[in-house]
């Protein structure tokens, strides 16, 4: 029994490997998730020269036409005398530094929160060409045409400069270990040491200039030069340094280098993009390019975020490359044709339906032919003469260019200045000519064929192959035993090996792979069910349901003897007798009045039937589908419902995504799937847990559900500014606001480059001296606006929310409310000595009588009136009207009844001695008044 049991394990093991493993083993990484971005002002041009990521996160770049700020949404144009060459942040200082034609200076923010550039050298150049900047600990080294300018942050001043002489030239300056070095092509290396420099004796070749300078972790820099090749310096040591792709930096031409952390670093190209490789091995991580996504592949500046994101300028704007997301798309392989539908992994590769067929990701081999379809956007007005021309773009010419831009992307440069395309050019053209005409885009497919003599890194390493037989459009592909099953317009398909077999040609609406009874349901567009056994390898045909009039949406079981169907309008229920045919049918209707898919799923020991807009749960006893509210509560408004194979369903409510299946599969973060929008399709692994996700617009992504949203840092939230009735101001400090002008907004900023319109706010204000308020609910307003707060000491605290769900929290505003003037206690207290007074020396004058009769009637009567307004104003201060005139008249009224009876009182205690005939008198006036 035992030998058995362990002859059992071992055979099971032996499967384990030699079939599940190879499943799961998915050798093709896939391209990082990219993101672009492109100022939408006019004025604004894509020429974008340096980038840089400052304290708070905000991305600066040194534009043509001045500096470039973006936060996430919003786009600054930051106004400087010349063209902004080079841009450097400063953290620790708090401080942007930007170098331009005719010299350099820094980002200021005035007391309004508004920046503007700032001069720091005085007397200006016509032609300084500020080109480089490097930021050390205690000074900052600007570099210019022939010149190095030494500021220190201390002084806030230049303090030394340098010209260029026979000695030495500036050619280009880098940093090694908090020190400046100073590259000169003809006289090779020197340092800045105590205000001289001073050469270094290493072992350049004459003609070589450092480029850039990239630090690793053991005290080393891996130094670039212009002709293509890399060392590593150790401060007295200079010896080469391998690239694993060294041939494929030396054709694309490298401009710049930085570290990303984590033993990696990324080399930007001017005819190749951006090759990611590891520090400690020289081996090629990733390779960014037109063929991984970007728009082009001559990059202007490079700069990494605190985010672990590439920012990378090119002629297009610019593009994020995450590198760090458990996101890689798939879609930018060559060869895919038609629209994708579906896309799972099977045996190690990757296969996708689309509208034209099925496909799967290969390797490619010396000497295959492979054939690249290259999707174009040409813009065009809607005028029929311009319609006329586009017709005639595809001429030998513009076919020859388009060889020639395939070629240096394969890694055959044989220029080193990108030549205009024309077809772009004459779009320019179109577009000047025709300002006020909405241009119309269009997407034209090129095939080009090209031998792929020597695959590698730089050239087309995977692309798309067809599977041969299948050429209709398919819209389900699921895994089947060791086989996958293709539903399309023209049938099932059974691939295996990679080649097809139709086994039914009816069209398919869905396919269902039964678990408990090991049979294949076919849902047909004509509204029949067709069901298939397994029986060996193959399948054979065991059933046939043909009375219905509707489409077959979903198909799924609920137990061993019970599978459901939906349609448009109704929800069947099924039972089936030991021989596996149906025995019994139950219809239920649903009222779907917008003709909405009814999805059907089996999920917390519940049949759930769920449209747009309501959630029906079966209830056994009573044999009905019954709507139901808690479900529908739980769940929330959901805006998108998307059903997959083998009873799962994937709910999103616009603020998360949420999978029901059965079984259930715990332990999934899908807050990464909110990064796509538009999603059409996913499928789940239920081995691996990962997911294939397509969007409408043709991204076809793998995305790992088991990575945790936190490994992504998070952006800062800070305040922008406050602004006032009367203006705006970026100070916090001794923040003091008149109750009576207390309303006031607190404008914040969050740099989220994952998906920066989707940050949602909350707030909470809470008075110092009172308990704590709640949280406001979330808005996707970062202006928080307050009015009319009642004085006392206030503090403010902002949340954000980002796509991920990850929560950030801002630093707290301290503020003060402050009473108008005639509502303190020292206005109070003189108002008090004021009345006591008049009334001290309106009973002086009534006592004295004779000569001064007439003055002590008008103190008396100035007391009197004093005092009815004190008392009024006391106690209107109390009641809160809500600017009613009708309440305030009320109570005026009800005051004036009140103090009537004190005030007769108070005058006959000022007029003791007085004649009663001018107290009748004066009290009547007075009454009357």
Known sequence: MTK??????????ILYFLFLVPALVFSQKGDFFITHYSAEDEQVENENFAIAQDYNGQIFSANRRGVLKFDGINWQLIKTSTTALSIASDKIEKAVYVGCLDGFGMINTDDAGNEQYASILTEKEKYLSISKIIVLRKYVYFMGDGLLYKYTKKDKKITKQWQKSNQYSFDNIFEYLDEVYVSDKQNGIFRVENNEIKKIALPFSVNEKVICAIPTDKNATILLTDNNKSYLYSGYRLEPYKLEDQKYVEESTINNGIALGNDLAVISTNRGGCLIFNIKTGKTTAIANYYSGMPDNEIFALCKDAQSGIWVAHEFGFSRIDYELPLKTFSNYVGLEGHLESAVSFNGKLFVATSEGVYYLTETQNTTEITQYIKKSIQKS????ETKNGKLNETV???KEKVEKIKRFLGIFKRKVKEPEPEKESSQKNNKDNKNEKPKTEVQVVKVKKTVTNPGIGSIKYYFKKIAGIDSKCTQI???????????????YEISNLSSKKINPTPVSYLYVSKNQKKIFIGTKDGNIIS???VGNNLVLSDLLNDYSDDIINICESDSSSFWVSSSYYVYKFKTSKNGLVAKRDTFLINNPFSDDINIVYYDNKLMAITSSDIYVYNEKENKLILDSISKDAVGKYYRLIHTDNNKLWINNAQKWEL????????????????MSDIQDITIDSKTKICWVITRNGLLCQFNPLVASNTVNGSSLFLNYIEYANGRSSKTDDMIIQEHKSSVSFNYIIPEYLDGKQCTYSYKLKNVDSESENWSPWDANNKISFSHLQSGDYELIIRSK?????????????????????????????EVVFFATLMVLSVIFNRIGGERKIVSKVLTFVTIIMFVELITTIVESFIQSDDSPVISFATKVIIAIVIFPIEQVLYRFITKKSNLKDKNSTGSSLSNS
Do not use: C, R
């Not at 809607?382 to 003469?385: A, R, T, V």
């Open 4 to 13: 058995y049991y362990f002859m059992k394990k071992l055979f099971s093991a």
């Open 660 to 675: 029901y299946a059965n079984p259930k599969i715990e332990n999934l973060n899908l807050s990464f799937l909110n990064l």
């Open 532 to 534: 298939y056994n397994s």
């Open 802 to 830: 980002n796509t991920l769900g990850q929560i950030t929290f801002s630093n707290p505003v301290y503020f003060s409310v402050k009473p108008p003037y005639w509502q303190t206690w020292w206005f109070y207290l003189l």
């Open 397 to 399: 010419e513009h076919q």
């Open 478 to 492: 699921i895994v089947w035993q060791n086989k996958l099953l293709v539903g399309s317009n023209n049938g099932v």
């Open 382 to 385: 809607q005028s029929d003469e």
